[in-house]
Nanobody
Framework: QVQLVESGGGLVQAGGSLRLSCAAS???????????MAWYRQAPGKQRELVAR???????NYADSAKGRFTISRDNAKNTVYLQMNSLKPEDTAVYYC?????????WGQGTQVTVSS
């Protein structure tokens, strides 16, 4: 089993910044096989959507809404993925979920609330 624990959410004014962290713990063998780590978000009444993803090799992909404002990074030694969010907008308000995946399993965190006030 792999557990993902997110932190760093909160309330921020529009234009502000937040940094989310997600640490993986549990079965060391399974953790070593994680390929992709990502951040998704789900706003009220909307479907969960990909925000950004990073592979074990450091390749990154971003949703169009995140490009230029968000940066995903990964510390493989700490089994941790980060999401630096700058220039936040009210429409970024959502529950942000951490995701990890390999060839044979996936894991989700419990989510952390990000609220951006106008």
């Amino acid at each position: 089993q792999v557990q993902l624990v997110e932190s760093g959410g909160g309330l921020v004014q529009a234009g502000g910044s937040l940094r989310l962290s997600c640490a993986a713990s549990g079965n060391i063998l399974l953790i070593s096989r994680i390929n992709v780590m990502a951040w998704y978000r789900q706003a009220p009444g909307k479907q969960r959507e990909l925000v950004a993803r990073v592979t074990s090799g450091g390749n990154t992909n971003y949703a169009d809404s995140a490009k230029g404002r968000f940066t995903i990074s990964r510390d493989n030694a700490k089994n941790t993925v980060y999401l630096q969010m700058n220039s936040l907008k009210p429409e970024d308000t959502a529950v942000y979920y951490c995701y990890s995946g390999s060839l044979d399993f996936t894991s989700w965190g419990q989510g952390t609330q990000v609220t951006v006030s106008s």
